[in-house]
Nanobody, 120 residues
Framework: QLQASGGGLVQAGGSLRLSCAASGRTFSSYAMGWFRQAPGKEREFVAGISRSGGITYYADSVKGRFSISRDNAKNTVYLQMNSLKAEDTAIYHC???????????????WGQGTQVTVSS
């Protein structure tokens, strides 16, 4: 089970930190990722991280602004979001998978999302 939290309303240029707590599985055995879906748009890959945390991937739209990390001792993955833009507004979901963290097809377990709203 995956549970995301940390969303909210923030002004453009601001920051938020999302968290995703995992239970019911061996957390360190899975790649973890963040996805987002805005109204009327398809789900979009945001970032992925390898099992150990040593390898990360980012969508071009968030490179340099977002940072994904994980704490395997706490069974938690994070998404630090800086310099937020209005176009970052979406529901953010975390996901777990067994394949390469940079491939969207790797992810097969999803949690409930958290809403991020950026006002311009």
């Amino acid at each position: 089970q995956l549970q995301a939290s940390g969303g909210g309303l923030v002004q453009a240029g601001g920051s938020l930190r999302l968290s995703c707590a995992a239970s019911g599985r061996t957390f360190s055995s899975y790649a973890m990722g963040w996805f987002r879906q805005a109204p009327g748009k398809e789900r979009e890959f945001v970032a992925g991280i390898s099992r150990s945390g040593g390898i990360t991937y980012y969508a071009d739209s968030v490179k340099g602004r977002f940072s994904i990390s994980r704490d395997n001792a706490k069974n938690t993955v994070y998404l630090q979001m800086n310099s937020l833009k209005a176009e970052d507004t979406a529901i953010y979901h975390c996901a777990a998978g067994s394949g390469p963290p940079g491939s969207q097809r790797s992810y097969d377990s999803w949690g409930q999302g958290t809403q991020v709203t950026v006002s311009s």
